[in-house]
């Protein structure tokens, strides 16, 4: 029987905290966007809020605000805000590649495999990672929320729209997912995806990963293209 692994031929990479090092940067932008709507810093209410932004590590980050915020005007004006704040903090050059990660992309590539970065962040913060990092032809495709269709993660819709878009593979089993987050994984399995695999560089940990269907565990994304060649 052919292993899995032999036959993926689309992968799936999430971005903040697995092929990205933003030294917890979310944290920083979260503050500005509490602030913006009257949370007072070292307060009650900031300590739950963030402690449910780092539950909820990999969500559409709109979505995160309407949870804590309600209303949709009040969610979309800590979204700016959040934005806003991280876009200006990866300008002072405050983000940098995962250790290795443009290296196991390009390998990746190079074995005929077609990779797609995803994110939780908008688009234009999306963007301003991808020009930070030079990475603006890395990749064939990069996706956030609102290109497929507004939902984010733990929903499937980036892994099938990647699937959809680039007609890299014929089936889903044929895709491989990986991220840092819970919701990475998740997303992954709910798509079907062949493969779904966490990595220890980011958010969570292997009990949120094994907790959410995760079929491997990485110690980085670096050690996914010996995953994908059969390699243990």
């Known amino acids: 029987m052919t292993d899995i692994s032999d036959d993926i031929r689309l992968v799936v990479l999430d971005m903040a905290g697995t092929t990205v090092a933003d030294g917890g940067l979310v944290e920083r932008a979260f503050a500005a966007a509490a602030a913006e709507l009257g949370v007072e810093p070292g307060s009650a209410q900031h300590a739950e809020h963030l402690a449910y932004v780092r539950a909820t590590m990999g969500e559409s980050k709109i979505s995160v605000f309407r949870h804590l915020f309600g209303d949709e005007e009040r969610a979309r004006r800590a979204n700016t805000t959040f934005e806003k704040a991280y876009g200006e903090l990866v300008d002072q050059g405050l983000v940098a590649p995962v250790p290795g990660a443009r290296e196991a992309v390009e390998e990746l590539a190079g074995s005929g495999r077609t990779v797609v970065l995803t994110t939780g ?21 990069t996706l956030c929320p609102a290109d497929a269709g507004g939902r984010g993660r733990p929903f499937p819709d980036m892994v099938l729209e990647a699937f959809l878009r680039t007609k890299a593979a014929e089936d ?14 998740l997303s992954g399995v709910r798509a079907g995806a062949g493969i779904v695999a966490g990595v220890r560089t980011g958010a969570h940990g292997d009990e949120e990963f094994r907790a959410a269907g995760a079929t491997h565990v990485l110690d980085s994304v ?11």
């Not at 962040?121 to 020009?131: G, P």
């Not at 889903?172 to 994984?185: E, K």
């Not at 670096?222 to 994908?228: F, I």
């Open 121 to 141: 962040f908008a688009r234009v913060t999306q963007d301003a990672i991808l020009d930070a990092l030079g990475w603006q032809d890395l990749v064939p495709l």
């Open 172 to 185: 889903v089993t044929q895709v491989a997912v990986v991220g840092d987050t819970s919701y990475d994984v």
């Open 222 to 232: 670096t050690g996914l293209p010996a995953l994908l060649t059969g390699a243990r």
